[in-house]
Nanobody, 121 residues
Framework: EVQLVESGGGLAQPGGSLRLSCEAS????????MNWVRQVPGQGLEWVAAMSWNGVLIYYSQSVRGRFTISRDNAKNTLYLQMNSLSSEDTAVYYC??????????????WGRGTQVAVSS
């Protein structure tokens, strides 16, 4: 059974930083691209970032490019999202999503339960 467990969310001040983690199990993590997707309550899903199976291909949405950094450690089956220069517009629930492609579909397969990020002074 595929499991994705996000952590690292919380309250941050504008301009601050947070680092999210996503621990994966139940599949060969190193064989798949991975994504971060976020959702503001009452709004739709917004794809944030993706990384190919080997970390070579990296993609960001325009809204986070230059501020967020996606990374992965295949030895630890863990995906990361370093978020810097946070603003209130980054407040959302952040989800880790397994892609069904090695490079990147996007073709979302399994999802975690999410971790809440709130940016406020």
């Amino acid at each position: 059974e595929v499991q994705l467990v996000e952590s690292g969310g919380g309250l941050a001040q504008p301009g601050g930083s947070l680092r999210l983690s996503c621990e994966a199990s139940g599949f060969t993590f190193a064989d798949y691209a991975m994504n971060w997707v976020r959702q503001v309550p009452g709004q739709g899903l917004e794809w944030v970032a993706a990384m190919s199976w080997n970390g070579v291909l990296i993609y960001y949405s325009q809204s986070v490019r230059g501020r967020f950094t996606i990374s992965r450690d295949n030895a630890k089956n863990t995906l990361y999202l370093q978020m810097n220069s946070l603003s209130s517009e980054d407040t959302a629930v952040y989800y880790c999503a397994k892609d069904n492609d090695r490079s990147w579909g996007p073709d979302f397969g399994s999802w975690g339960r999410g971790t809440q990020v709130a940016v406020s002074s």
